[in-house]
């Protein structure tokens, strides 16, 4: 049986790794039996990259290019190439080669085994440091426990899905998209394979630790309202052993009097309490905001310019969306 495959690149200031990365997809594209497409979202790059995608689309008819018209992020410029990708089973993939394009064949394998979600575990990784290997462990142990759908532990956005898979990721049309959350809530049939992460290859990385750490947040007010319940039990304990410490006081000023005393306890509860009603805001004004920005629904990004033509554009026709050109 021939299948199309579309491979969801998205690309944000690659310039350096771009023309090696379509080298290496290409061969294992030659290799497979598959009607095959390359989607390149450029995702508004300040570098060469968008000249680099054009010359790549007109030297390779499997090439699709879109180009979104400003920096709208990841998880939107892969959102553009799923909502472009028309075939069988879509692969995402980063362009900076830190996942391995000759996986390809495997995910494949274990899709036509009848997976829906085929997910690409990392067993090892190169050229990360201690540090984030330590807070990206600790960001998924956090996820396992708050989230009410778990996340499979260690996995990127690399993976393989299948047309039904893209089809409910279709639906799910909110604004703030973690999309490894995304991934695992839809359900259906998923598995793992397990590869080694490589170094990136060239160029650097787009994420310091204000944005991993706004993209932790970002996971955990999608998928849980853990936070909030937290700050419930926080106040609740706080006004609980505030209720006991006043009765205990009560009882020494009845039975002993008592001469002013007492302002340190004081500073600390009071420091104390602010803190914790700052906190519990600050929570309760996360999930606001998050309410506030689904509600203006705004579309998730807009496509500046296009080459190279889907496979065929009615294969599997659907309402597009607002804002995709
Ligand atoms: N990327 C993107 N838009 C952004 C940031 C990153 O499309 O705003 C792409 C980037 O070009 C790469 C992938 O997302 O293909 C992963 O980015 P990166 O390698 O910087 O992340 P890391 O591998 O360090 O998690
Ligand atoms: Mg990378």
Not at 47 to 73: H, K, M, Y
Not at 91 to 104: G, K
Request: hydrophobic share 45%.
């Amino acid at each position: 049986m021939t299948y199309s495959l579309a491979i969801v690149v998205p690309a944000y200031n690659e310039a350096q790794v771009i023309d090696d990365f379509h080298a290496r997809i290409a061969a294992v594209l030659d290799g497979l039996d598959a009607d095959a497409r390359v989607i390149y979202i450029d995702d508004g790059s300040r570098d060469e990259t968008w000249p680099l995608i054009e010359r790549i689309a007109q030297a390779d008819a499997r090439v699709v290019a879109l180009r979104l018209s400003r920096n709208f992020g990841k998880e939107a410029a892969m959102t553009a190439g799923l909502d472009a990708a028309d075939a069988d089973a879509v692969v995402v993939i980063d362009a900076d080669l830190q996942d391995p394009p000759e996986l390809i064949p495997t995910l494949i394998a274990r899709w036509r085994e009848g997976f829906d979600v085929v997910y690409a575990t990392r067993g090892e990784r190169d050229g990360e440091t201690r540090f984030k290997k330590f807070t990206s462990a600790a960001f998924y142990r956090v996820m396992e426990r708050v989230a009410d759908t778990p996340l499979p532990r260690d996995t990127g956005d690399f993976r393989l899905l299948s047309r039904r898979a893209v089809e409910a990721l279709h639906g799910l049309r909110e604004r703030q998209r973690f999309m490894k959350g995304l991934f695992a809530w839809i359900g259906y049939r998923q598995t793992s394979v397990v590869y080694h992460r490589d170094a990136r290859h060239a160029g650097t990385t787009k994420w310091n630790y204000w944005r991993l750490g706004n993209l932790a947040v970002e996971g955990i007010t999608s998928f849980s309202t853990a936070p909030l319940r937290i700050a419930t039990w926080l106040g609740v304990s706080a006004a609980g052993l505030a209720f006991l410490y006043g009765v205990w006081v009560l009882l020494k000023v009845c039975i002993w009097g008592d001469p002013v005393r007492g302002y340190p306890t004081l500073l600390v509860v009071i420091l104390f309490l602010g803190g914790a009603q700052l906190l519990a805001l600050g929570v309760i004004g996360e999930y606001i905001g998050r309410t506030y920005a689904e509600s203006k629904r705004r579309p998730i990004y807009y496509v500046e310019s296009r080459r190279g033509a889907p496979s065929s554009p009615d294969r599997y026709p659907r309402p597009r969306a607002p804002g995709v050109d």
